[in-house]
């Protein structure tokens, strides 16, 4: 595994807005099956590379490649798309689709099934992540902020990915139902040999599922590699950030 091929291979990448550069020459691997998380300062570019990452942003220059195949400028070709799935940091449900009608999206815009199958597999997605059966039936307006999250999670685990995208997945939740999602992501990767990179803040989360970690901060990657690396690092954000009071209590 350690000399496989990198599942995203980000090389050179520089985004801007206007004559703000956010992202100046970047490079970040992903390897296959693990739990990255990309961490830095608020309005570093986390966000930002994450969304180029997935053609959502159009980048100044640099390449993406996922499984070994470009990520045109314009986006991934759709054989791309399907290998991966996206949870948006609000869960950006329809609101006006239950949670099942949600799920079944994608289904219903890249395979070609008969429609008690899609139902079929909603539901299976639905239990998946935790949620009840009746819960399919839902309007989003009726989920907590938790039960979101997996009906988000189970719509982006619709086609079977290969990859997940996580943006600030344990945002907006209490502690005990961040650990549970915490290890309902944990569970999935394992079970079904999910590549995992997340957005994230949650300390807890760095400690409890994260294999590996990249620091954005001044428009690159500051330093990658586990909480140790990140505590040995010297540099003012990543000292601050790693070894402040909170960060000691929650990675130990
Ligand atoms: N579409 C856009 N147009 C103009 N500027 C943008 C756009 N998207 C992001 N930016 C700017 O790029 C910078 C990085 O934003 P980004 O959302 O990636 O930060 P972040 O590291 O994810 O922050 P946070 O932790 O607060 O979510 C910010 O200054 C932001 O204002």
């Not at 091929?5 to 801007?16: N, Q, T």
Request: hydrophobic share 45%.
């Amino acid at each position: 595994m350690a000399n496989e091929a990198p599942v995203i291979c980000v090389r050179d990448l520089s985004v801007g807005f206007g004559d703000r550069l956010v992202l100046d020459h970047l490079d970040l691997d992903v390897r296959r099956g693990e739990i990255l998380a990309i961490v830095g300062a608020s309005g570093s570019g986390k966000s930002v590379l994450l969304r180029s990452i997935l053609g959502l942003v159009r980048r100044s220059s640099g390449t993406v490649e996922a499984f070994g195949q470009a990520v045109g400028p314009d986006g991934p070709d759709v054989e791309i798309e399907k290998r991966w799935g996206v949870l948006f940091q609000f869960g950006a449900l329809f609101s006006a689709l239950t949670v099942a009608q949600n799920v079944a999206v994608p289904m219903r815009e890249f395979l070609d099934l008969p429609p008690p199958l899609v139902e079929q597999l909603s539901q299976l997605k639905i239990e998946l992540v935790g949620l009840k059966p009746g819960d399919g039936q839902k309007m989003p307006s009726e989920l907590s902020g938790g039960m979101i999250k997996r009906a988000a999670l189970a719509r982006a685990l619709a086609l079977d990915p290969e990859i997940l995208f996580l943006d600030e997945p344990t945002s907006g939740l209490d502690p005990i139902s961040a650990s549970d999602f915490d290890n309902l992501i944990e569970d999935l990767r394992n079970t079904l040999g999910l590549t995992v990179v997340m957005v994230t803040h949650d300390l807890d989360t760095l400690h409890a599922i994260v294999d590996r970690i990249a620091v954005v901060g001044e428009q690159r990657i500051l330093i990658e590699g586990d909480i140790a690396a990140m505590r040995r690092f010297d540099h003012p954000w990543v000292r601050s950030y790693f070894n402040s009071p909170r960060a000691r209590a929650a990675l130990g």
